[in-house]
């Protein structure tokens, strides 16, 4: 008893080895964190502040109906295009999901049944393919667990629903105290379009040595 005791005591310190527990954002995949926050920050845009602007524009009944609508693309889009979202490069799937949330964001603006059901269905899209290629990615660049990297994820979608609340709601009472309430969604539309590319550019020049960033332009 007293050997297996010894023994016991020995190895104690090894389980609490600083270099054997790793830290919580360890591994962490920059890119597909940073779009996945992205995703939702624009997202929650049109979650958060579609019902309040579509008041006293479309019948109650109807925007239940198409939110409805949202969920089911969702539901069934996803499964349908998951094979062809999986060998598609990140940059196509960006552009893709991007572009179906600034499509449904300028949609919007018209106010009425038909163009805020087609935006709608245009952000149902494009998050059918951006939520899910953001995981995959997020997979595909990191060696840590697949719990680990859903946790990355939910962190991510976090961070994005938080500034949408801060950013947006500031937004949103700037353009409806002006009588500007469709200047809003062009507002949102512009970042789909402009934040991505902005983005990639700032990972791609992070990403290459310090003395490559530092040389001066050839030209």
Not at 134 to 152: G, I, Q, W, Y
Not at 184 to 194: K, M
Not at 200 to 205: E, G, Q, S
């Amino acid at each position: 008893m007293a050997v297996s005791a010894a023994q016991h005591f020995r190895i104690r310190p090894l389980r609490r080895h600083p270099h054997i527990q790793s830290r919580a954002l360890h591994g962490l995949a920059v890119l597909p964190f940073a779009v996945t926050a992205l995703t939702l920050y624009l997202h929650m845009h049109f979650y958060q502040y579609l019902s309040s602007y579509a008041e006293n524009r479309v019948p109650t009944v109807f925007y239940g109906a198409a939110m409805m609508g949202y969920s089911l693309v969702l539901a069934v889009l996803q499964p349908l295009i998951a094979n062809r979202v999986e060998h598609m490069r990140y940059t196509h799937a960006m552009a893709l999901g991007f572009g179906g949330l600034a499509v449904g964001m300028t949609a919007f603006t018209a106010g009425n049944e038909a163009l805020i059901a087609v935006g709608i269905l245009a952000i149902g899209a494009g998050n059918s393919v951006l939520l899910l290629k953001n995981v995959l990615e997020a997979l595909a660049r990191t060696k840590r667990s697949p719990a680990v990297v859903f946790s990355h994820q939910r962190l991510a979608e976090g961070v994005g629903a938080f500034l949408s609340g801060l950013v947006g709601g500031e937004l949103y009472y700037q353009f409806e105290t002006t009588g500007q309430l469709p200047g809003f969604w062009l507002a949102i539309a512009a970042q789909c379009l402009l934040i991505p590319p902005i983005l990639l550019l700032v990972h791609r020049r992070l990403q290459r040595p310090p003395r490559e960033r530092e040389r001066p332009d050839p030209r």
